[in-house]
């Protein structure tokens, strides 16, 4: 990967940066299908490797008019994947799901803020904005349902959860915003 990004910055063009990125991710995720693994896992590992590469910067800056419309997409798929009969079926379940797994990690994210050293003030912030569910979740329930490590029913349940984590973080911030004001801590008192 190194000797073509440099091959390739020898030329001064930067259409290529884009060209070959993209090929890169789409031959690597072909690569992965090939072997009967995710798709979805190949592009990951496709744009690690570039993330990882010196051109990174390059590559960022030439992919930037396509980053909008590439997450549009991932979202767009990720929210039609999304199985609401679950929600209407189990929604107890569904919200102690989440309750669960964003209050698991918001805790282990504010011991660890410590050890990162994250001022102190700060700590309770960090945790509740990294405290949802991640995108790669997505990529590795479609890998482990392609593998058949899991049924359908439990991805689509996993797949709720993890989006209604997301939705979780804008009215977390928002709740610690108002809690972290001086003339909101006023007001809780009186």
Same mark, same amino acid.
């Given at each position: 990967?190194?000797?073509?990004?440099?091959?390739?910055?020898?030329?001064?063009?930067?259409?290529?940066?884009?060209?070959?990125?993209?090929?890169?991710?789409?031959?690597?995720?072909?690569?992965?299908?090939?072997?009967?693994?995710?798709?979805?896992?190949?592009?990951?590992?496709?744009?690690?490797?570039?993330?990882?590469?010196?051109?990174?910067?390059?590559?960022?800056?030439?992919?930037?008019?396509?980053?909008?419309?590439?997450?549009?997409?991932?979202?767009?798929?990720?929210?039609?994947?999304?199985?609401?009969?679950?929600?209407?079926?189990?929604?107890?379940? =569904?919200?102690?799901?989440?309750?669960?797994?964003?209050?698991?990690?918001?805790?282990?994210?504010?011991?660890?803020?410590?050890?990162?050293?994250?001022?102190?003030?700060?700590?309770?912030?960090?945790?509740?904005?990294?405290?949802?569910?991640?995108?790669?979740?997505?990529?590795?329930?479609?890998?482990?349902?392609?593998?058949?490590?899991?049924?359908?029913?439990?991805?689509?349940?996993?797949?709720?959860?993890?989006?209604?984590?997301? =939705?979780?973080?804008?009215?977390?911030?928002?709740?610690?915003?108002?809690?972290?004001?001086?003339?909101?801590?006023?007001?809780?008192?009186?």
């Amino acid at each position: 990967l190194r000797f073509f990004l440099r091959a390739i910055a020898r030329t001064g063009v930067p259409e290529v940066f884009t060209a070959f990125a993209l090929l890169w991710v789409i031959g690597i995720a072909l690569l992965m299908h090939s072997v009967h693994l995710s798709m979805s896992l190949g592009a990951f590992v496709a744009g690690m490797l570039l993330a990882d590469s010196e051109y990174r910067h390059e590559i960022e800056t030439d992919m930037a008019p396509f980053k909008g419309l590439l997450l549009g997409l991932f979202f767009i798929a990720v929210g039609m994947s999304i199985d609401f009969g679950v929600l209407a079926r189990e929604p107890i379940r =569904v919200a102690a799901l989440v309750v669960v797994l964003v209050g698991i990690k918001a805790v282990a994210l504010w011991l660890l803020a410590g050890r990162f050293e994250v001022p102190a003030g700060q700590r309770t912030y960090f945790a509740v904005l990294l405290s949802q569910g991640g995108e790669f979740a997505f990529v590795v329930l479609a890998a482990s349902l392609a593998a058949r490590v899991i049924d359908q029913r439990l991805s689509s349940l996993v797949t709720l959860v993890v989006t209604l984590s997301m =939705v979780t973080t804008p009215l977390l911030l928002l709740l610690h915003q108002r809690l972290s004001t001086p003339g909101a801590r006023e007001d809780l008192d009186t």
